[in-house]
């Protein structure tokens, strides 16, 4: 078992406290939501995002996912289920969340704008993380 497997094993909130007070990359959390078969993403001036961010101490990945998703774009969401986790050599975790937005208008952050892409024009290219991004969409879009 390596350590980021014991780590998280040990409990999600433990080990979320620990690899983001001690490991680079940090824990980390994202959500996908598709709202009208288009995905809700996070656009700077040179790339697009999913919305998501680094957990705070005491938060679970998923408490992070819906923080990040209303801090930067104005939607509430709920987690309907973890699409993706990824172990970084280094230590840190990240996952991926599909979520459906409850409530809540389109408002942006220091961050960038959030916006809704349909989920055939995505461009892989674009993204600054999260190049799958456009497979995992179209995985929920069609289940």
């Known amino acids: 078992m390596g350590i980021v497997s014991w780590i ?3 409990g999600e909130q433990f080990g979320v406290d620990i690899i983001s007070r001690v490991l680079w990359p940090p824990a980390t959390a994202f959500t996908l939501v598709i709202k009208d078969r288009k995905l809700l993403a996070v656009r700077t001036d040179s790339y ?12 679970t990945l998923r408490e992070c996912a819906v923080r990040e998703t209303r801090e930067e774009t104005g939607i509430e969401v709920n987690i309907k289920r973890e699409l993706k ?7 840190g975790v990240e996952k991926i969340f599909h979520a459906e937005p409850i409530e ?3 408002d942006g952050s220091w961050e960038g704008e959030p916006e809704y892409i349909p989920i055939d024009d995505l461009d892989v290219e674009n993204w600054r993380r999260n190049r799958d991004v456009d497979k995992l969409a179209r995985e929920v879009r069609d289940k």
């Open 104 to 106: 809540g208008e389109l």
């Open 8 to 10: 998280l094993s040990e």
């Open 48 to 59: 697009l995002m999913l919305p998501g961010g680094i957990a705070e101490r005491g938060e």
């Open 85 to 91: 986790t990824k172990a970084w050599k280094s230590g």
